[in-house]
């Protein structure tokens, strides 16, 4: 089989396309042979060194195919049956704890930008029935960071406004998520071009930031007095705008660091608005099988960018740091 191995100390130039032999499955374990993949920033970080691997690992956390082969044991899943990876493959239910979070798809662990996996049987959830794989394959980073946030963390209902920042992965999941629940959605993006594509989407309202660079004072005038949450994808270049777009008493999650992760923070106005400021990491397995069912149910599809073979995962790498993308980048293995 082939698979993509990053080599330390890291860098782009540093994946290697190499075979080996396709491994067994052992007790409670199954084989899957991935088919598709998507990049997210945290697969980023982890390529170009700025999350260090010791050791030589496969990276990619999303993957989506069909188990293979089942080890003894496995009562849960049949050879045919079509899943998706998990990002924390220990994390299956409740709040985090040290030991559901140490193991991470394509950071500590070897991840899907390979032909076939072994993984616990525990590890993968179902697919949404009718999708692709390549659409199957956007769910399990970004968009189910997107779905803790809005589901779990701030329990959005209809009628509630939400912030969604960026054209990203996590950024557009989250539109939808927020348009399935009866939200309305303000976002923002620094192309007018992007922010077409955003009202195509679904968005409600749309503000240009380099343009305006108050666009937290803007939210907050066009929502009458801000919104009552916050999905903040940027830290250090977009939270305190976040916080300002908030509403008194509303919720401004962190999902992500786009812009860096050195904040400063004016206490006073957080006080003063009464704002709930949590950071969250992805979601765990019954938060996954939740959302995949929603998905089912909605009709709702993910927005797909550019697909590029296995092989190329250097090349679909730099497309992503170019930001030219809107919606997910699509790895195929074939």
Not at 144 to 156: D, G, I, K, N, Q
Not at 174 to 184: D, F, H, N, Y
Not at 249 to 277: E, F, K, P, Y
């Amino acid at each position: 089989m082939k698979h993509m191995v990053l080599h330390p100390p890291a860098g782009l130039d540093a994946l290697r396309l190499q075979h080996c032999a396709i491994p067994e499955p052992g007790p409670g374990q199954v084989r899957v042979r991935w088919h598709a993949s998507s990049l997210n920033f945290h697969d980023f970080c982890v390529v170009t060194g700025v999350l260090p691997v010791a050791s030589p690992r496969v990276p990619l956390s999303d993957g989506a195919g069909v188990v293979d082969a089942v080890g003894p044991g496995v009562d849960d899943w049949k050879v045919g049956d079509r899943v998706l990876s998990l990002f924390f493959p220990k994390w299956h239910e409740g709040p985090p704890r040290v030991s559901h979070v140490r193991q991470m798809t394509g950071d500590t662990i070897d991840g899907c930008a390979a032909q076939y996996s072994v993984v616990d049987a525990a590890a993968l959830t179902p697919m949404p029935s009718g999708w692709s794989f390549a659409e199957a394959a956007t769910l399990p980073c970004a968009a189910l960071t997107s779905w803790r946030a809005l589901m779990s963390v701030c329990r959005v209902k209809p009628g509630d406004r939400v912030l969604v920042e960026g054209t990203g992965g996590m950024a557009l999941a989250a539109l939808q998520i927020a348009k399935m629940a009866g939200a309305e959605v303000y976002a923002t993006s620094s192309s007018d071009v992007k922010l077409e594509r955003l009202r195509a989407i679904g968005a409600d309202h749309v503000i240009n930031y380099r343009e305006d660079p108050e666009w937290g004072a803007t939210v907050a005038r066009l929502s009458g007095g801000g919104v009552e949450h916050v999905l903040d994808s940027g830290g250090r270049a977009t939270l305190a705008q976040s916080i300002r777009a908030a509403a008194v008493g509303g919720n401004v999650v962190v999902i992500g660091v786009l812009g860096g992760v050195d904040v400063q923070l004016d206490l006073l106005a957080l006080i003063g608005a009464q704002v709930r400021l949590q950071a969250i990491a992805v979601g765990h397995r019954r938060e996954q099988i939740e959302m995949v069912r929603a998905f089912e149910r909605s009709g709702v599809r993910p927005v797909l960018d550019r697909s590029f073979a296995l092989e190329a995962l250097a090349h679909a790498f730099r497309y992503q740091a170019s930001g030219r993308h809107v919606g997910k980048i699509i790895v195929e293995i074939e």
